[in-house]
């Protein structure tokens, strides 16, 4: 009986690396603390009632935000691994096996844990109080997208110190990720935690569009929207129809590899080629998911920081519909080395190439807004002052790769991970930033202190060019991706050498993001913002900071995109508004179902992971009883009354 | 009067970072590393690096000058008091503007995109080199995690080195007996994807004798950095030379000695005096549906067993990508 639990002890955990050993210490550290803490503070009832069973859009967003985080610093130290295996030839620092794991998470980590979750906090956050709405469509749903991804996530990083990491690369191409080539159950816990992630980001997809849709403040017509909604809405069309081919491809995966489907299998008939298709057709459209949110939030920025109206703001909601649409027909490009012949290749890169149209109007249209402004250098406008430059570079090495002839020379090789992580990090993390240091004010009431975030701003950007710049040219010397380790006669180390000294600036520079931040919360008293720190022009900034749960005492109208800006200038004039007249407003309750409910699935997720029927069913069946139980619950609303909002309102507006 | 060092400070700081970061990352661009993608030795190479240069000074074109624009527009309108350039805060359209901005990059792209075209259907990658020799078959298979050379002209196989003959085309017959893998010698010309169930076709020449390497890729699992290989260009005469060599030197190899090396590991470099007949026939059809035979071999994927299997059929499933 020993033997066989110490057998099953020893298969179930991962064993055998001291590096595991320490994150198991420090998970268990990290963990023992946490309950401490709240016991020791009695904060159990409060993050229960506050937090986990809230409905409120803000508290969800900010949830996102911190998930997100976390994500970033292990991605982050996925990287740093590798930068570290790499820094020199014949390193012995990772063995290939482990190598293989850490990229693998790294990419899938970024991507779906990081970028996706920081992009629907922002959403969270941001989209109702654009749009003067007081909460999304579908509260409930917006609750339960978030714990479907945060359960989704910890599935996926479970397998870091249980049962092992997938190591098939972030796409997971078959028959490499087929039971054929990876018997493990580490590319299981890729597929359930995307998975039930993916549930979640298609959720808040069709929220977001409903909710941008039927909740526009009145007066908001379509082309009144401010233009990070407009982003938002945009990308919620891209997520509607790609999110469903992920869920689907990686449906048949698993039907591959649990019920012995041969959909991507080599034999009886399966084609590994349909997954490649298929994976990409979600993947392309992915990263215009990503980063056409950035996209609003430098439109937004450039707008606020040059105190001039966006240019050309047609052609902006024009250029990103075009882009959304365009973004359906590329997925090939990153295969045309697959011998699809030159009909296919030709049609594929010329769709890729139109893309940089719509971007490149883009790009004239924040400088023109800049032209003719006042810039001011605050941390929000650094970040998208550094975006334009790397944005530009990046999009042209893009262009370059989508020449497909060329693609045959540069696939595969480092000059396309210099590229994508030059629009990645270059676009969308320094987007995101950007878009966080704007709005942290509008979140948490208080302001971050300038100077440690110039200091994360320098050390993140230098070390950004220090890290990837080299890497197009050792991918020009013909290194390719994914290798663990080269010869000295290959001629790379001085270029691998540079790149992860960069790579270690940029973790300085997120080292100085957390201090800022800790500095901050440690000092919010002093550094209390106001309702409109950054004299902002659309509706977030017109309420006080925190935003009150409701959002807007009075429903405001939005007759014009610069709404906020609008009324300052007819207050400056001596017209203020009329006094507000309160109404009850009408709230959604909080309600313990979207947790328990993606607890069910992870539960039932594992039980997948590891081919435990019994505990899959098990979950699946706690997933039901939750959908029941929320269609016979009737009390899920309630109206705060206008007593109430008097005194709130009182007290905020009188603390501003 | 104190303000004057503290603002000379103020530049000399971003000049010294602004040069160390540009030393630091120029330095090893510059430390001696061969581009081997800027350095072909053959036609393929060479036209794909044309292109490459054609594509990147059109971008640049639009590029540099925005770049600029964009570094005069920062400076010009920054928020100081003592600026005094003009400020509209209102000023948010101009058509006249926007079709410009529009045109350019349609343009530009437009361009491009002709440049594409013509040089996608020129360098596809199974369309025959013109020269005056005809050119020599030789069949890659890659494997877990190594790569196999068949010379069915010559009989021979090596596994993990290539040798070519210089200044004549080259015909690669692609295909896997492991996850797609992708053939790549830099300076020979681009890549193309090894993918098992199918043979894929691949020209390249090079035109001087020399020694150049190629590697797999696309990952592949456990050690798939490992599959670098030599290719030694040489003059006919040395390379039928070479060929009598390994004829004489080496052990055949056998359907057993390829059933080992298939199987997952790495491998040193080898030579085989001749292969099993038809044996690149056999990777591809490998995977070939049988209705009958295809459920008792359900589970099975022991790479001696479903090849025997196959061996009869007569149509071979091959994909040769040809237009």
Redesign the interface.
Known sequence: MLERLKEFASEFFVTGDPLIYGADVAIGITMITIVTVLTYFKKWGWLWRNWLTTVDHKKIGIMYIIASIIMLFRGGVDALMMRLQLAMPNMDFLH??HY?QVFTTHGTIMILFMAMPFMFGLFNVIVPLQIGARDVAFPFLNALSFWLFFLGAMLFNLSFVIGGSP???WLS????SEL??SPGVGQNFYIWGIQISGIGSLATGINFMVTIIKMRAPGMKWMKLPMFTWSVFSTCIIILFAFPILTVTLALLFLDRFAGAHFFT????GN??MYINLIWMWGHPEVYIVVLPAFGVFSEIVSTF????????K?MVFAMLIISFLSFFTWAHH?F???????V??FF??TT??I??PT??K???W???????????ATPMMWT?AF??CF??GG?TG??L????????????YFLIAHFHQVLIGGVVFGYFAGLYYWWPKMFGFQLEEKLGKWAF?TWN?GF??CF??QY??????M???????GWD???W??N??ST?GAFLMGVGFLFQVAQIADGIRKYKTLKASGDPWDGRTLEWSIPSPAPEYNFAVTPRGDDVDEWWEEKERRAKGIHPPEPVYEPIHMPKNSSIPFIMSVFWFVAGFGFVFGWLWMAILGLAGVGICMIARSFSYDTDYYIPVDEIKRTEASLRGSV | MNKKPRSLIRIIIPVVLTLVTIALIVWPMLAGGQYVVLDPKGPIGAAQKDLIIISTLLCAVVIVPVLIMSAVIVWRYRDKPENKNEYKPNWAHSTKAEVIWWTIPIVIIGLLAIVTVRYTYDLEPSKPLAHEKEPITIQVSSLDWKWLFLYPEQGIATVNTLNIPADRPVKFELTADSPMNSFWIPQLGGQIYTMSGMAMTLYLQADHEGQYWGSGANFTGEHFGEMRFDVNATSDEEFDKWVAEVKQQSQPMTQETYDTLAKPGTSNVAYYSAFPEGLFQKIVTKYVVDGKSAHSKHEGSSSNESAAGDKSLSVPKLNTSTN
């Open positions: 290939p096996e293989n190591d098939a690369g191409y078959p028959p490499l054929s080539h080599l034999d009886l008939g590994p080629m040059s105190k001039k109206k966006l240019f050309g703001y052609s295969f080395t697959m011998g699809s012949g030159a009909d290749n030709a890169a010329v190439m139109l940089a149209i490149g109007v790009i004239f249209n400088l023109f807004t800049m032209y003719k402004g006042r810039i001011r250098m002052l334009i430059p530009i570079v042209m262009v370059l989508s020449v497909a002839p060329a693609d045959f020379q540069f696939h595969n090789s320098w230098i060019y220090v710049m080299p040219a050792v991918g020009l010397m013909g390719t991706r994914r290798l663990s380790t080269y290959t001629g790379w001085e270029l050498f540079v000294i």
